[in-house]
């Protein structure tokens, strides 16, 4: 199963709880909320990214916002933008890892 596209392998705080945040956020946020989310992420580290001397650490999280916005986006032209993300990925039957 494909990794899900907002954890980074590399970072242990993701394996800390029994769910990850992205999860918890899923089963709270609609699709066209958790679009905001993302879109709300990509703009605050494009808009730091020059400032924090770690460009190229955001410039990934701002590839990874990206990737999984296609799957939102995906998932809103499908007619799933009211439904939480992940009914709405249960639905669409995309599954993800989280660890």
Known sequence: MKLHPLIN?????????????IEEL??????MEMIGFCRANIFKYNYRKNHKGQ??????????YEEYLFVLYELRDAGYEDDT???????AMI???YR
């Open 9 to 21: 392998e590399k970072s242990p705080h993701y394996n800390l709880n029994a769910t990850s945040a």
């Open 26 to 31: 899923e089963k709270r946020l609609s699709v």
């Open 55 to 64: 460009r190229e650490s955001d410039e990934e999280k701002i590839h990874t």
């Open 85 to 91: 993300v992940a009914l709405a990925l249960q639905k």
């Open 95 to 97: 599954a993800y890892r």
